[in-house]
């Protein structure tokens, strides 16, 4: 993969950003490659396809890029907030490719990978609407909120200016397929959860936890959670939230980057949100959690 950017016929630009962007695009479809399949070239999208910049000739999976050359934070700027939560609730997103090159040498020196089904509306952050003196009076926009993203779902395809072999990327995407196939609620819970997981940094998981992590992620919309009752470990059962029935307790580990093996057991988590913690966790597939997924 070479990682300087192309130079030729960009002099009939006079704009730095439309430079910056043909650069950009072009280097892609001459390096990116297809992390869905075996494809190991995309191919440009027609002019004017709407959040679509390349198309898989093999599989039709689409991309979309974005290209800075700030370094990468915990933010990029986006199109309209309405098209990209009506995208995210129709499940309609193409995969991310986020850039980042360096102006000075002209050249790519980070790039992440998104899969299409890494983002939920918790990702979104509603922009303010333009001035009413702009062009555009009114039209809103939004930012994706990259670390509300679990990095895990952010795979390096280029790190400081070092690639990634196509192996790597491709089998990194793959760990994550499991998540596509859930409904988009689902999914999002799925993802919300996993993020707020990773962050607690616990090899294990108490009632207090969950319920600080609730407050956190919210509420799911037909489940509440009850209180633990003072001076109890546990939560006591209710008609409104029979207990769970669940075979003998065991462990589900997902092994973190510098931290102990992370483990949850349905007998820990008596209230709602415990078991929707549980289900969430169940429902990546025993071949991710083997492969330690979250690394």
Not at 165 to 188: D, H
């Amino acid at each position: 993969m070479h990682l300087h950017l192309p130079s030729e016929g960009l002099e009939r630009y006079k704009s730095a950003s439309q430079r910056a962007r043909v650069g950009t695009e072009s280097w892609g479809a001459n390096n990116f490659f297809c992390p869905v399949c075996e494809s190991p070239r995309l191919r440009s999208a027609p002019q004017g396809t709407a959040a679509v910049d390349y198309v898989c000739p093999s599989c039709d999976s689409p991309f979309q890029l974005k290209s800075q050359s700030k370094p990468l934070g915990s933010r990029i700027v986006d199109a309209a907030y309405s098209e990209m939560k009506r995208a995210i609730l129709e499940d309609r997103t193409p995969n991310l490719f986020v850039l980042h090159y360096d102006l000075d040498l002209w050249a790519v020196r980070n790039v992440l990978l998104v899969p299409h089904f890494a983002f939920t509306l918790s990702t979104l952050e509603k922009r303010p609407p333009l001035a009413p003196t702009a062009r555009r009076a009114g039209w809103i926009g939004c930012n994706i909120l990259l670390d509300k993203i679990p990095p895990y779902a952010r795979i390096r395809m280029i790190d400081d200016g070092k690639a990634q072999s196509a192996k790597e990327v491709r089998r990194a995407y793959q760990r994550l397929r499991p998540l596509e196939a859930l409904q988009v609620e689902k999914r999002g819970w799925t993802l919300d959860v996993l993020q707020v997981v990773q962050s607690l940094q616990k090899s294990e998981f108490t009632l207090a936890d969950c319920l600080r992590l609730r407050r956190r992620t919210g509420e799911t919309p037909s489940q509440k959670s009850p209180r633990p009752r003072q001076n109890s470990p546990t939560v006591a059962s209710s008609p409104q939230f029979p207990p769970p029935r669940f075979p003998r307790p065991r462990p589900l580990s997902l092994a973190l980057s510098g931290v102990p093996p992370l483990t949850a057991q349905p007998s820990l988590y008596p209230s709602s949100i415990g078991r929707l913690l549980v289900r969430a966790l169940r429902h990546l597939s025993f071949e991710m959690v083997r492969s330690s997924v979250i690394r």
